[in-house]
């Protein structure tokens, strides 16, 4: 069975500075993929970055990129430049490749301060 | 774009009562998925549909029962409910060969 772990429930980033967030998991899989998705309080899900495990190459979109290190088993999410709208609970989701379901770690709070 | 619809936003039911959720996924994508969010959790799978049948299935009860038709919109009936069932319930979908899902803004259901 796969499991996904957050380890930080409570984050805080001062605006414009940069935070990572931590994500382990655990599989037997080869073939999966990672994601993180952003809660604001509307409790709206909102993907943010997606990481295929074949690819060696850390996925980056605009100011969040991955540090994605297979062999560990770590999938961390760095926010650069925080901005006040960056505030929420942000998700590590795993999904094994051929599978359709995803798997949410507990959940890191992140509040960025003006 | 158009994204991931679900009916109703809020719902609150008595115990005992019966609740069906309801999903349209996105144009065009095949895969639906059930979430279920209580309270400062995180979101619990229970039950996905690929093309029309069931194609994974997590901790969902008994008194549930979901079904995705033809036109690939998909229902989440509850039964008998009782006070845990209070909670977030999301529908997501996907293409399926494409990995990520997208969500939609969740059923807050209320169970008196």
């Known amino acids: 069975a796969q499991t996904v772990t957050q380890s930080q429930p409570e984050m805080s980033v001062q605006e414009a500075e940069t935070v990572t967030l931590s994500c382990t998991y655990d599989t037997s899989e080869n073939n999966y993929y990672l994601f993180w998705y952003k809660q604001p309080p509307s409790r709206q899900m909102i993907l943010v970055i997606r990481q295929e495990a074949y690819k060696q190459q850390n996925a980056t979109e605009n100011r969040f990129s991955v540090n994605f290190q297979k062999a560990a088993k770590s999938f961390s999410l760095k926010i650069s430049d925080s901005q006040l709208g960056d505030t929420a609970m942000y998700f590590c989701a795993f999904r094994a490749s051929g599978t359709y379901k995803y798997i949410f770690g507990t959940g890191t709070r992140l509040k960025v301060l003006a | 774009a158009a994204g991931v619809i679900q009916s109703p936003r809020h719902l609150i039911k008595e115990k005992r009562e019966t609740a069906t959720l309801k999903c349209y996924p996105i144009p065009r994508h095949d895969t639906v998925y059930w979430y279920q969010q209580g309270p400062g959790q995180d979101p619990q799978f229970l039950i996905s549909?690929?093309?029309?049948?069931?194609?994974d299935k997590g901790s969902i009860p008994d008194r549930f029962s979901a079904q995705q038709f033809s036109d690939y919109h998909s229902e989440l009936n509850m039964s008998s409910l009782e006070l845990g069932d209070s909670a977030l319930y999301f529908c997501?979908?996907?293409?399926?060969?494409?990995?990520?899902?997208?969500f939609g803004q969740g059923t807050r259901l209320t169970v008196v």
């Open positions: 549909f690929y093309e029309k049948m069931q194609s």
């Open positions: 997501a979908s996907s293409l399926d060969r494409a990995p990520e899902a997208f």
